[in-house]
């Protein structure tokens, strides 16, 4: 089974082929481009280097959300027009779960923590005890309020994602559980994780059409909110 993934569900922007016992190509980018800029550029790159054509691939899996709102609509657009276009299923990885993919095997827990500003994360909290698990599905959390589930959960933890290095100081002050820091060759989104993660799920039946398929935003964007906002004020 081969399955093209993407992910620019948050600051990297990440495309990979995998298929069932390897990892044949990943492109992933942390820079300051906007994914618009690179996503299809580095998948036209990658189907040269491997000579892949695109009609074989057996589904398209990406990362569906949370994160950049920007980011997440022009990873699902780009995985929509391409499913369209080539007649294949896409498979929605939920973004904290391919993340928290990368750290397979790991002992304890795995805490992924995006940063939803606000002191807000977007988090789950995951296992890999003879398995995947989910132990508590991605949600928007406060930082404090993240860090009292998990001293109540007993640890040991270990995070990744974006929001580290901007929460660090607080988890550091409110943990009392051990916990680590997953290394830089983690610590990021990668494709590849949300393709592995896709094959099983695809597996499992959890395809969709490319029709069907939309992000899972996980809040109402910055925007709305404050359209909301505005409309409560003129309320009152």
Do not use: W
Request: with cysteine; net charge negative.
């Amino acid at each position: 089974m081969r399955i093209l993934a993407l992910d620019s569900s948050g600051l990297v922007a990440s495309v990979a082929v995998v298929e069932d016992e390897q990892t044949v190509a990943e492109y992933t980018v942390n820079y300051k481009k906007t994914h618009s800029q690179t996503l299809l550029p580095m998948l036209d790159e990658v189907a040269k280097m491997i000579e892949l054509d695109l009609k074989e691939v057996d589904a398209i899996a990406v990362a569906g959300g949370p994160g950049s709102f920007t980011g997440l609509r022009i990873g699902s657009a780009t995985a929509k027009g391409l499913g369209l276009a080539l007649h294949k299923p896409l498979v929605h990885v939920p973004t904290l779960e391919g993340l928290a993919y990368n750290l397979y095997g790991v002992s304890g827990l795995v805490c992924p923590i995006m940063d939803a500003r606000r002191k807000q994360v977007y988090t789950g909290i995951y296992s890999f005890d003879t398995g995947f698990h989910v132990i508590r599905d991605q949600m928007a959390i406060a930082v404090k309020e993240l860090a009292q589930i998990l001293n109540a959960m007993q640890g040991p933890v270990t995070f990744l994602g974006d929001g580290v290095p901007v929460y660090k100081e607080i988890l550091e002050e409110e943990l009392t559980v051990t916990h680590f820091y997953a290394p830089a060759n983690m610590n990021r989104q990668r494709a590849a994780s949300v393709g592995l993660l896709g094959m099983q799920y695809y597996k499992e039946g959890k395809a969709e059409t490319a029709a069907d398929h939309k992000p899972d935003y996980l809040r109402v964007s910055q925007a709305e909110r404050e359209r909301q906002e505005r409309k409560q004020e003129g309320g009152q």
